[in-house]
């Protein structure tokens, strides 16, 4: 299958014009993006499934991994593609502080951090992405210390890790990561902000698109 542009302008090609950078919007997600959260993780299958979850998990297992998505003590990522589809999702996990563990921090918390993007997506940089607004919203909240936990072989995540820093200790065959992050500022708060603001937008032109599709091929006459 070929890969989906996700995020280019086609237009550009038509006039003959250099393509820009792509910009990849990354979405807070909520309570009504878990369907499609579902259906994101359902999609991963194989060896990236085992890469994901770092255990070979069945569909059972994955959706009681999306039900108990708390959307309020956690925080979860998302990339929408221009047909509206969940084709990236970050998790950014916080939890308490444990001592005899987490000696990198004197904060009293830490954060874990997990990603999954899908293989017509891959490529894009969008998982670094993904980690780079991961890490501007722990240092948002007071978090300094961000964690990431996976296989050895997932060289994806390693390469994310090496990319953007990453402390990386590897033993029996899983690797721990962790990066230690400065305090907020004016242009942290305000970066987050944008970011934001940004994807919101990107999220509501899209699901409109898709909406007016789907009315314009529910009228009379059209070909099913």
Not at 96 to 117: N, Y
Not at 158 to 183: F, T
Request: glycine share 6%.
């Amino acid at each position: 299958m070929a890969r989906l542009n996700l995020f280019r302008n086609p237009l550009n090609k038509w006039l003959g014009r250099p393509e820009p950078r792509p910009t990849i919007p990354v979405k807070e997600l909520r309570e009504r993006d878990r369907r499609r959260i579902l259906r994101h993780f359902l999609q991963i299958e194989g060896r990236d499934r085992l890469l994901r979850f770092g255990s070979p998990i069945t569909d059972e297992q994955v959706t009681k991994y999306v039900d108990s998505l708390d959307f309020e003590r956690d925080i979860v990522f998302g990339v929408y593609n221009q047909v509206f589809r969940l084709v990236a999702v970050g998790h950014l996990g916080f939890a308490e502080k444990q001592p005899d563990k987490d000696s990198a921090t004197e904060k009293d918390r830490v954060a874990e951090f997990g990603v999954s993007v899908l293989k017509t997506a891959r490529g894009l940089g969008i998982g670094s992405k993904l980690f780079e607004r991961a890490a501007i919203v722990c240092r948002n909240h007071d978090v300094d210390t961000l964690y990431m936990h996976c296989l050895s072989s997932n060289q994806v995540m390693i390469h994310i890790a090496k990319k953007a820093g990453m402390e990386i200790h590897r033993e029996y065959g899983e690797a721990d990561a962790y990066l230690k992050l400065g305090p907020a500022d004016p242009a942290s708060v305000l970066q987050e902000a944008m970011q934001e603001q940004l994807a919101t937008i990107d999220y509501a032109l899209k699901a409109n698109v898709r909406r007016a599709t789907k009315l314009w091929d529910m009228l009379p006459g059209r070909k099913k």
